[in-house]
């Protein structure tokens, strides 16, 4: 798993959250299957955050990327 693979993956969801003024930005790929991400704008402060970071980020991320176990926001 490389940073290359998630960012692309990442593309798929950032035109979802750029349509609620928001997006999200690649921190860490881990070792140990844990991605690091960071929501912006709108994303940032919205009260579903989780649900949009587990829901639509982690489920791509996993479907996309061999290895992704989970995606934190840090």
Sequence with gaps: ?????????????????????????LIDVGEDGVVKVKLTGACGSCPMSQMTLKMGIERTLKQEVPGVKEVISV
């Design 1 to 25: 798993m490389d940073s290359v693979q998630v960012e692309k993956a990442l593309d798929k969801v950032r035109d979802m959250l750029a349509l609620e003024g928001g997006n999200v930005e």
